[in-house]
């Protein structure tokens, strides 16, 4: 560990330093083409040609030592030797994007001033070549002092003089980085002098400014565009929800087909026990009901990151950002949002580019009312067994419309939360929207591919471990102890699982859920999917035997009215049905208080719109 | 170049600049009724991303509602801001159409 050389990457936001950690280490860190991507650190290592342990640290992007987000914070704190968890790197790898070197200088003399050992790695050299900009490397090295490598992160070719040149490199300055004393001593520097510098020397390094990225400005003639780009951002959404849905049919019946066999299998060829019905009562209705799902959300997930690759996130940021000024939200607030579609926990983790503190807490507190990829199966579900899968207004799809309509109830909650916040409790000057636009580049296929896989990883990796056990131990409570041998009701109403979902019942009747339902709703605490695994197990063992084979759809169909099914999906919409969100939120608002005051709104709105969704449908339907 | 009247001859503000216009940034002003901090911190940031006294800076787009934010080209970053920042920035034109 000690003889480990320790080497950051340190650089502005976007200029490729994951993808450079990425390619050294071999490691799937998140790259995307906006600013603020990476918000804390990240460690990994790598051996040099010549045998040398490296250490890496990835660090979220910084414009300068002074910056004032928490994010930026963290790489100030680790370059500077006072951060807890990371001691002061040996060797300052600073990344510098080759089409915009004046800028990206700045840092670098920053940097420079605190004498410690470093690199810099002249990253991105591929655009800078497609522009025609034509920069002097060797003069750019004497006039800096400081060695440079160009290097093109995102393909294999494109590090290896990188990793040669850092090899020579660190051989030589394991001795001077062995030698520096310890913090270096820091001032806050004059930006504007020093900017100055780094475009002088940026000019006299430069043999030829090369054309400006005419791809970039035509592209955003259209996407910016008065007209096209709100209709192109709202088409862009819908095709994704109706692309979730259309796409994912054709496998998500391939799986169903395959756990189908399976659980017919089991059925059949063992004994009738207690280990048949956790077997296929627990483990294969649960995890099943869960796995299903997968295409929908990889779908979800591949257009995510699509759209983070090609540059266009900051570009909705900006046709949003009217809406978000409206109710008194930081523009930078958008991406945090938008990666909530995802999860709301990397949304929470990426206020951390906010700088204003008010404004932080104000977006965290609504990120969960973003639609995660959690909820899809929750919604698909009840979409799939109680709306009609029938066309509207010749073009759209009933079911389709439903899911549109239930994202936009979250982001319209939000946006209404977010104005109720910011005129009483995080009430305060708002912080503006400044925001680099990046360049466009199409996503590169592969990283997409691997984005994917890390997706399906995670996701079995979920169904595998924690829905697996939550679905056992429902199991066993919903099962033991038997029935008695007079019982008129299903077996399951006479366990603990059916005793405790009895007196939740009580709570939870006035907004039609049924005990079923009740039950169901503590495992999915957990997280909001095993919710829908839950209800797997628990009918699956509240059928009588001939229904082993239907499935949860026509089994919810049966048990549940109309009412009760949309005053769920209303439910969901709202309610902090997940721990790990409310885990993250107590620890980036380092405080209990932020947290259980998200956990106790978004229960109150959730318990009235279901009950309003109810009690409505009840008297429309009778 | 210290005068923070937009007034003068041949200045504006950066957010009356229409698309494709180009100038040169005069100064930052400071309005009185902002908090001095708050200001303070908003020229850090313009700052931060190359926004300063003498870059050069090229109007574009403007968002469909209400024409609030806009989108600016300085050197070769292309940079989203608000009106009420981008009317703290006044602008010497260079060329005047
Ligand atoms: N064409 C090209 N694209 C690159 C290169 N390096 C990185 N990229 C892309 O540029 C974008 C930004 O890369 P990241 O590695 O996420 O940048 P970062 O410096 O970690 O950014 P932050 O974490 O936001 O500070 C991604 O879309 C990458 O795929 C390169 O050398 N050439
Ligand atoms: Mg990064």
């Known amino acids: 560990m000690n003889s480990a050389l320790r080497l950051a990457l340190v650089g502005n936001p976007n200029a490729g330093k994951s993808a450079l950690f990425n390619a050294l280490t071999g490691s799937r860190q998140k790259t995307g083409n906006y600013p603020g991507t990476t918000v804390e650190r990240r460690a990994g290592r790598f051996q040099t040609q010549h045998g040398l342990e490296v250490n890496v640290v990835d660090l979220p992007g910084t414009y300068s030592l002074s910056a ?8 100030r704190e680790v370059v500077l030797g006072q951060s807890d968890s990371e001691p002061l790197p040996d060797v300052i790898l600073c990344v510098v994007d080759a089409t915009n070197l004046k800028l990206h200088l700045r840092l670098v003399l920053e940097l420079k001033q605190l004498g410690r050992p470093m690199l810099i790695a002249l990253n991105m050299i591929d655009l800078a070549t497609r522009d025609k900009i034509d920069i002097d490397v060797e003069a750019l090295e004497s006039a800096l002092g400081i060695p440079v490598i160009p290097t093109v992160a995102v393909r294999r070719s494109g590090v290896k003089e990188l990793s040669v040149e850092l090899s020579n490199h660190l051989n030589d300055l394991v001795e001077e980085a062995a030698k520096t004393g310890p913090a270096p001593a820091w001032q806050p520097q004059d930006l504007k002098s020093l900017q100055k510098e780094a475009g002088r020397i940026a000019k006299a390094a430069t043999r030829s400014e090369g054309i400006e990225h005419l791809m970039t400005r035509r592209l955003d003639a259209v996407f910016l565009h008065k007209v096209a780009g709100p209709i192109i951002l709202f088409a862009m959404l819908f095709v994704m929800f109706q692309a979730v849905f259309a796409w994912a049919e054709t496998p998500m019946e391939w799986i169903d087909m395959g756990i189908g066999a399976l659980a017919d299998w089991l059925t059949a060829s063992l004994p009738d026990n207690a280990l048949r019905s956790l077997l296929v009562d627990g483990v294969i209705a649960g995890v099943g009901s869960v796995v299903v799902f997968l295409p929908q959300i990889l779908i979800l997930f591949a257009f995510i990151l699509a759209l983070e690759a090609s540059g266009y996130m900051a570009r909705g940021a900006f046709l949003m950002d009217r809406i978000m000024a409206s109710v008194g939200l930081n523009g930078r607030a958008f991406i945090p949002l938008l990666s909530s579609f995802a999860c709301a926990i990397p949304g929470i983790m990426a206020t951390r580019t906010i700088d204003n503190p008010r404004d932080r807490l104000t977006t965290i507190m609504i990120a969960p009312l973003m639609t995660c990829s959690a909820r899809i199966p929750v919604y698909t579900l009840l979409i799939a067994a109680f709306i009609p899968n029938q066309a509207v207004g010749g073009i759209f ?27 009483t409790v995080t009430k305060g000057a708002s912080q503006s929207l400044l925001m680099e636009l990046p360049k466009y580049q199409l996503p590169n296929l592969r990283d997409l591919v691997l984005g994917l896989y890390e997706r399906v990883k995670i996701f079995m990796a979920r169904a595998g471990k924690f829905i697996l056990t939550t679905m056992i131990v429902l199991w066993v409570l919903a099962s033991y102890p038997a029935a008695p041998a007079d019982a008129a009701l299903p077996d399951i109403y006479y366990s603990y699982a059916g005793q405790i979902g009895r007196v939740l019942e009580i709570l939870f009747a006035p907004i039609g859920f049924t005990w079923e339902i009740a039950i169901s709703l503590v495992p999915g605490m957990a997280a909001r999917e095993v919710f829908v695994g ?10 009588s035997e001939d229904q082993i084979a239907t499935s949860l759809v026509s089994r919810l169909q049966n048990a549940w009215s109309l009412p009760t099914a949309l005053a769920v999906m209303a439910w969901y919409v709202y309610a902090p049905q997940c721990l790990a969100t409310l885990a993250v939120a107590k620890r980036e608002t380092n405080s209990w208080g932020w947290m259980f005051f998200m956990a106790g709104y978004l229960t109150a709105i959730a318990y009235l719109a279901a009950g309003i969704t109810y009690w409505t449908a009840t008297a429309i339907i009778g | 170049m210290s005068d923070t009247t937009a007034n003068r001859e041949g200045q504006t503000t950066l957010a009356e600049m229409r698309y494709g216009e180009k100038g040169r940034i005069a100064s930052i002003s400071s309005p009185a009724a902002e908090s001095p901090e708050n200001n303070e911190s908003l020229a850090a940031r313009l700052l931060e991303l190359g926004i300063m006294e003498g870059a050069e800076i090229e109007a574009l787009h403007r968002s469909p509602f209400g024409g609030d934010p806009m989108s600016v080209k300085v050197e070769r970053t292309i940079i989203a801001l608000r009106r009420a920042d981008a009317s703290t920035i006044i602008i010497e034109r260079l060329n005047g159409n």
């Open chain 1, 534 to 543: 839950a209800l797997g197990t628990v009918y699956a063992l509240s059928g």
């Open chain 1, 397 to 423: 799809n009933l079911q389709g419309v439903v899911l549109f309509a239930l994202y936009l109830a979250g982001i319209v909650s939000a946006l209404i939360v977010a104005g109720v916040l910011k005129r």
């Open chain 1, 68 to 75: 004032t987000s928490p994010d930026q914070v963290v790489t």
